[in-house]
Nanobody, 126 residues
Framework: VQLVESGGGLVQAGGSLRLSCAASGRTVINYPMGWFRQAPGKEREFVAAMTWTGAGTHYADSVKGRFTISRDNAKNTVYLQMNSLKSEDTAVYFC????????????????????WGQGTQVTVSS
């Protein structure tokens, strides 16, 4: 599975961006998908994730109400709509795919991702 992110860029605080993650090489239609980010000098952190049906979505507290994850299985693509961007959202954003977990426990969306994209830079100017 190859994942390619796009849509990053420079935006002013309060603005919006929509990231896309296109999968190729193998369909990820059944795979839960996630978005992570890594700011300079910081650890990579979870941002958002969703099941393949879209019925289950999870967000980091820092982005709840501002970011929305969605997917188009027909296009093998996952999106991250980011609104009301803040300077602290500046980071490299990565999409990731993982096999269906054995159980959807309370933390399934935080780990277990086998496939990662190369990342796309998002810079929010204040």
């Amino acid at each position: 599975v190859q994942l390619v992110e796009s849509g990053g860029g420079l935006v002013q605080a309060g603005g919006s961006l929509r990231l896309s993650c296109a999968a190729s090489g193998r369909t990820v239609i059944n795979y839960p998908m996630g978005w992570f980010r890594q700011a300079p000098g910081k650890e990579r952190e979870f941002v958002a994730a969703m099941t393949w049906t879209g019925a289950g979505t999870h967000y980091a507290d820092s982005v709840k109400g501002r970011f929305t994850i969605s997917r188009d299985n027909a296009k093998n693509t996952v999106y991250l709509q980011m609104n009301s961007l803040k300077s602290e959202d500046t980071a490299v954003y990565f999409c990731a795919a993982r096999p269906v977990p054995r159980t959807y426990d309370s933390t399934w969306y935080l780990s277990g991702y086998d496939y990662w994209g190369q990342g796309t830079q998002v810079t929010v100017s204040s």
